[in-house]
């Protein structure tokens, strides 16, 4: 499969996430075995692989189109930017609503307790903390594990296809 994606350590999950997400086509290669997992996803390739994980069998060259036509593409300005962890989580919610499967969304104050552990986002706008506390209270973003949620660091691609794996998860009832 890829050659570069062995984690090891305190990581193996994200290992198998990047397998699965392959094995499933939500996420490909860069050629020659190589899956570049420390490489920054653009919002192209974001939308490309959540479309993936709900079932969409989207080109990567149409994903923005097939994204705009549901409202997932309109908070992304420019779709070969880097995507950020907060702005990930807001298209993740998006997708979810898009489905009508988000549930009970919580007040800022309920995200903020749901939260509370993380030291790191404090800069946050209350939208922001309930996007967030959506996926964290869903399994879907587990933070840093040293006390931070890292919103505005730009996701890299392991960490993109086990949001995707994640969500399919979700969506799929699974147990994450």
Do not use: W
């Not at 192209?44 to 709900?54: G, I, K």
């Not at 967030?132 to 960490?159: Q, T, Y």
């Amino acid at each position: 499969m890829f050659d570069d994606i062995e984690f090891g350590g305190g990581y193996p999950h994200v290992t198998e996430e990047i397998k699965r997400a392959a094995s499933l086509m939500i996420v490909e290669g860069r050629g020659d075995g190589v899956f570049d997992p420390s490489a920054e996803v653009t919002g192209q390739e974001a939308v490309t692989m959540f479309l993936r994980a709900v079932g969409v069998p989207v080109k990567f060259d149409s994903a923005m189109d097939t994204a705009a036509k549901h409202g997932l593409a309109d908070d992304i300005a420019d779709p070969d930017a880097p995507m950020s962890r907060i702005d990930t989580a807001k298209l993740i919610v998006d997708v979810l609503k898009d489905l009508d499967m988000l549930g009970a969304v919580p007040t800022a104050e309920e995200a903020k307790e749901l939260l509370k552990d993380f030291t790191d986002l404090d800069d946050l706008s209350d939208d922001e903390l309930i996007n967030l506390a959506v996926c964290f209270e869903l399994g879907i973003f587990k933070g840093a594990g040293d006390g931070h949620m890292n919103p505005n660091d730009e996701l890299l691609r392991s960490h993109m296809a086990s949001l995707a794996i994640r969500l399919q998860d979700v969506i799929l009832g699974a147990e994450i």
